[in-house]
């Protein structure tokens, strides 16, 4: 939870309302899950006409701010859990294997923090092609 701090800001969203609501992270100790990328964090927000219930499932939006990092697609990673790779062009059409140390994941981008640097390489995303061939 680096990346979100107590007074921080966040947007919660009532779709079945069609609302959103202005919230603030409360100064609460943050609590995450072992094992997982779930973490809950208390929120406050001004409940006009009690349009918000105990249990209720909504939205919420946080801004946050990912620091500058060598980043590749999602797809372009092969991560059998013992390692991870990518596929690199090391010639016009040629694609060599690179192992990689991947860091922070953020919608469909993963941090690359070793194995290859930026713009210097040319990524072959073999999900895409399997997923491709087989439509």
Same mark, same amino acid.
């Given at each position: #939870?680096?990346?979100? *701090? %107590? &007074? &921080?800001? *966040?947007? =919660?969203?009532?779709?079945? /309302? &069609?609302?959103?609501?202005? +919230?603030?992270? +409360?100064?609460?100790?943050?609590? $995450? /899950? *072992?094992?997982? &990328?779930?973490?809950?964090?208390? @929120? ?6 009690? =349009?918000?219930?105990?249990? #209720? ?5 946080? !801004?946050?701010?990912? %620091? !500058? ?6 797809? +372009?990673? =092969?991560?059998?859990? *013992? ?28 941090? =690359? ?6 713009? $210097?390489? $040319? @990524?072959?995303? !073999? ?6 061939? +087989?439509?």
């Amino acid at each position: #939870m680096r990346r979100t *701090a %107590p &007074g &921080g800001l *966040a947007q =919660i969203h009532l779709k079945d /309302e &069609g609302r959103q609501l202005p +919230a603030r992270i +409360a100064d609460s100790l943050p609590q $995450s /899950e *072992a094992g997982g &990328g779930t973490v809950k964090l208390r @929120l406050e927000v001004d409940n006009p006409k009690f =349009i918000l219930r105990p249990d #209720m499932v909504v939205d919420v939006e946080l !801004p946050i701010r990912v %620091p !500058p990092a060598v980043t590749v697609p999602l797809d +372009a990673l =092969i991560d059998s859990g *013992a390692r991870s790779r990518v596929y690199v062009e090391h010639d016009e059409g040629i694609f060599e294997p690179r192992e990689v140390e991947t860091g922070w994941r953020f919608g469909e981008r993963v941090e =690359i923090l070793r194995g290859v640097r930026q713009g $210097s390489v $040319s @990524l072959w995303r !073999p999900h895409f092609w399997s997923t491709r061939k +087989a439509g």
